[in-house]
């Protein structure tokens, strides 16, 4: 059966957490607020294998300008698919006439996201202040 990706935001905390605990995620360890930040969020693209949850990302924006996409992530097992790809070309489709698309890579991400389009931005510095370890 074919992957199937939507749009809809009805997920659940016994989908979500697998996934993001397959893939080392911090969020995981405060899943009822990280199931109210996904179901909140401006978008959220998921993707299906049948019933199983094996793929999401998500856009927080001000709905006119700027957009930013903080979680992109596919279960392990599934990557190489392009999983991811469809996700984000299912948020860029959304996107595409902002002023500004924004997402912060980490080293193993970089080479994919410059794939899609995305690059170095300009001389900016990534900050925060962030409670969670390197995921």
């Known amino acids: 059966m074919p992957i199937t990706i939507s ?3 009805t997920i ?3 989908q979500v957490l697998p996934l993001y605990k397959a893939n080392f995620w911090s969020a995981a ?3 009822d607020e990280l199931l109210a930040a996904l179901r909140n ?3 959220l693209i998921t993707a299906w294998d049948n019933t199983r949850l094996v793929g999401l ?3 927080i924006s001000d709905g006119h300008l700027v957009v930013y996409y903080p979680h992109l992530l596919v279960l392990p097992h599934y990557h190489g698919q392009g999983i ?4 984000m070309d299912r948020l860029q489709q959304l996107y595409q006439d902002f002023h500004m698309q924004m997402l912060t890579a980490d080293a193993d991400a970089i080479e994919f996201y410059q794939k899609m389009g995305f690059e170095k931005a300009g001389q900016t510095q990534p900050m925060w202040i962030y409670a ?3 995921h």
């Open 29 to 31: 360890e405060k899943p």
């Open 12 to 14: 659940t905390l016994d």
């Open 84 to 87: 991811g790809r469809k996700i």
């Open 41 to 43: 969020s401006h978008a």
């Open 132 to 134: 969670g370890g390197e």
């Open 57 to 59: 990302g998500n856009a």
């Open 7 to 9: 749009a809809a935001k």
